[in-house]
């Protein structure tokens, strides 16, 4: 009897960050049923906020360089103009540090806190569950932490080839000067990382809640494919958005 008492109570126990971070990529199931009774999300949060600035200034030059270039190819920008515009990024250059960080920040915050509610009202009030908003968000950002891997993986790929177009979707199926095609974006939705995402979201999901499989990505899956056709939507809109 003791020994039950005792096995449960370690199983209750809070798993250290490590044993999370080291878990969510090889048992994540073990992940969320901690995370259940001990939700948590502030280190995923910061650590993927490092990795986020610190990518961000490591592409910058690059991105720099292909923003110029989209500039100077533009067929709806005046020639006139053109110079004007690539003076005033050139003079922007110590701001933009600012604006990088600050809005690696806002963005993160803002868009974590908007999908985690989406999915936890859907959950919640759609389907009746029950589980706590921020338990959601934990299981929200531990799911993300996969994107930590993406980095490691994309980002010396994107360096040693010198151009931002490094694909791990099934865009690389598709020539890059396409890449403004809706075809290609659809493509590019079904990325490894971004489908391994989903599959830990859903797995989360029917976790706290209790929920059937289906039923969990069925959530999941919904939502994503309403974010894909909003991305290229904007992104035919605002070029460089989302997708």
Known sequence: ?????????????????????????????????????????????????????????????????????????????????KDVILERMEQGGAMQSVWTVGGSIVFIFISFSVVAGVFYLTGSFVFGGSTTYKTMFSVYAWGYMVSILESVIKIPLILVKNSLHVYTSLAVLFDPTESNTTLFKLANAIDVFSLWRVFLWGLGISIIYKFSQAKSYGIVIFWYIIWTLISIGLSSLIPGFGM
Do not use: C, Y
């Open 1 to 81: 009897m003791e020994e039950n008492v005792q096995v449960q109570g370690q199983q209750e126990s809070k798993l250290s960050f490590f044993t999370k971070l080291g878990l969510i990529f090889t048992n994540p199931s073990k992940v969320f049923n901690n995370l259940k009774l001990h939700p948590d999300w502030l280190l995923p949060i910061l650590i993927i906020l490092v990795f986020t600035i610190a990518s961000a200034f490591l592409l910058k030059d690059l991105g720099m360089n292909e923003a110029r270039q989209r500039i100077l190819d533009s067929e709806q920008i005046p020639e006139e103009q």
